[in-house]
């Protein structure tokens, strides 16, 4: 996930070294016209005038307060209102260096508080130190993150009204046995297994969030709850227990930034839509007569092309019925493979009748067991060329009281004959919640209610959506085929990420393989 305002602010000119230690940080005498009137070009507030405009979009500005509580050590340079947006939207040194402001895309306020606002219950456990990415000049360097003990105790000060924000924690892990240079280091797309352990004041349990994302200047942010504003100060109390895994962390601070929207939460399937009756030979794959042969059940010899598409697109059951293959609205290949096929080298599975709007006539049912591996053995004769493809775990949960199942799934990808390929990332099994505090426009801490949402990561894959068959499936793998389809030979292994949890009670139906859908809902 990349943050808005994670970059540092860069000024438009290069500042002089009197300017740098001015005291005010203002330029006397020196002034532009730019557009919409005269205002200084090295300047810590707009000019009233100024601050009574508009940004292009045509919201109000409300940055003379944020202006007046610039850096003084770091003058901001514009010439016009422009360039102060560029300014505002890689982020300026707010109150004394403590808070870092800055806009999003839709010119929402998004706010960084320092860590040195915290309360530590081990100073001594702590060393503030310089980091080049940081936007402070100090940042906590922590020695024990797997017993943190960090009293949180802040309020927000530039909130924009009406817009629910995520609160995240800024941290990144902390190597003391060798140095990995800027330059060299790589960016990382996948979230990050952490495991953070915290209480909200709001709400009486421990909770955990378990995944991290990496954000474009190399820190990571790690979801704390979300915020529901009615007014710019909004304050937050919580306490951080522990961080899974490393010892020294450094801390940043919590970032406040609005919620992205998924514009693609809803569950969307693929549909087996008949097209018209016109040249349905064209559509037929080249080798549908192998899959024909493959069939479970016979095929009539004298059947027409028309008909012999709608059987396809329907589906038919093939290789003595443990795969099931489909053409898609468009033609092009899809299949699923039963769980007897993917789970054959699984012991902690047993295999019971199938249960309702099955496919296959056995289905798997985890006995006991942290992880499992499914063997991913695509033929050539199952893909279309040039086709993105995705494969999903098609399953259903056992009763509640067997598992949560709410920890996410390390699942690691490895070509059979070249294991240094391995990859990995997450996937879930049931959808991951976050808390929301809904702030009520009143001072008073009982009208602060909250309740549990959906996580929103637009950007993860691996989240679960339920069918319209009512099974559930989630997205494990994306693979490419060529011009020339070859077969695929995957293994992945899944596995929590917690060692308390079980797969015990989950039933698998089977691996569905069809084209990676990037839809857009309007």
């Known amino acids: 996930m990349t943050s808005s305002g994670q970059s540092s602010s860069l000024p438009l000119r290069h500042t002089t070294e009197e300017e740098k230690f001015a005291g005010d940080g203002i330029v006397s005498g020196e002034r532009g016209s730019g557009e919409g009137g ?51 939207s890689s982020g300026i040194l707010v109150d004394w ?43 906590a360097k922590i020695q024990r993150a797997t017993d943190l003990n960090i009293d949180v105790d802040i309020e927000t000060m530039f909130l924009t009204p009406g817009i629910t924000y995520a609160a995240y924690l800024v941290f990144k892990y902390c190597n003391d046995f060798f140095v990995i240079e800027e330059e060299e280091e790589e960016i990382i797309s996948e979230p990050t297994f952490v ?23 190399r820190w990571m942010i790690v979801e704390l ?24 962390i450094l801390l940043e601070g919590i970032q406040f ?45 004298k059947i027409t092309n028309n008909d012999l598409y709608l059987l396809l697109s329907n589906g038919i059951l093939i290789e003595k019925g443990q795969s099931f293959f489909y053409l898609d ?17 699984n012991e902690c599975f047993r295999w019971i009748s199938a249960i309702q709007h099955s496919r296959f006539e056995k289905v798997a049912e985890c006995q006991l067991g942290n992880d499992f591996h499914i063997n991913c053995h695509i033929n050539s004769h199952m893909l279309s060329p040039n086709t993105t493809y995705a494969t999903y775990l098609v399953y259903k949960l056992p009763e509640p009281s067997l598992g949560t199942f709410e920890c996410p799934i390390e699942v690691k990808v490895s070509d059979r004959f070249y294991s240094e390929e391995t990859k990995v990332h997450f996937i879930f099994l049931t959808s991951p919640k976050t808390i929301v505090i809904n702030m009520i426009n009143d001072d008073e801490d009982h009208d602060r209610g909250c309740h549990k949402n959906p996580l929103s990561r637009p950007k993860m894959e691996g989240i679960p959506k339920e069918r319209k068959d009512g099974w559930m499936e989630t997205e494990m793998w994306t693979f490419t ?34 084209p990676k859908l990037t839809v857009t809902l309007t």
């Open 225 to 248: 709850c979300q915020l529901v504003c009615y007014k710019k100060v909004t304050k937050l109390e919580l306490s951080l227990d522990n961080i899974h895994g490393y010892n020294s």
């Open 481 to 514: 085929t060529d011009v020339d389809t070859k077969t695929v030979n995957r293994e992945l292994a899944l596995s929590f990420c917690s060692y308390e949890e079980q797969f015990t009670g989950l039933i698998v139906q089977g691996m569905e393989i069809r």
């Open 329 to 345: 609205k468009d033609g092009v290949k899809c299949s699923m493979q039963s769980a007897r096929t993917i789970l054959k080298a």
């Open 97 to 139: 260096g403590r808070r870092w402001f800055s806009l999003n895309k839709s010119e929402h306020n998004c706010e960084l508080i320092s860590a040195s606002e915290f309360s530590f219950q081990d100073p001594e456990l702590i060393e503030w130190i310089t980091d080049p990415k940081s936007r402070f000049s100090e940042v």
């Open 38 to 88: 005269d205002f200084c070009l090295v300047a810590g507030v707009l000019p009233e005038k100024r601050c009574r405009e508009s940004f292009e979009s045509g919201k109000p500005m409300e940055y003379e307060e944020i202006l007046e509580m610039a850096d003084k050590e770091h003058p901001l340079v514009y010439t016009n209102k422009k360039e102060l947006k560029l300014l505002l």
């Open 257 to 301: 930034m609005p919620v992205e929207k998924d514009e693609n939460d809803k569950s969307i399937q693929m549909e087996n839509a008949h097209l018209i009756d016109t040249n349905r030979e064209q559509i037929l794959p080249d080798d549908y007569r192998h899959i024909i042969r493959l069939a479970k059940d016979s095929v009539p010899y």
């Open 195 to 217: 495991g953070l352990r915290y209480k909200l004041k709001e709400v009486g349990e421990s909770l955990i969030s378990d995944l991290a994302d990496h954000t474009d200047n």
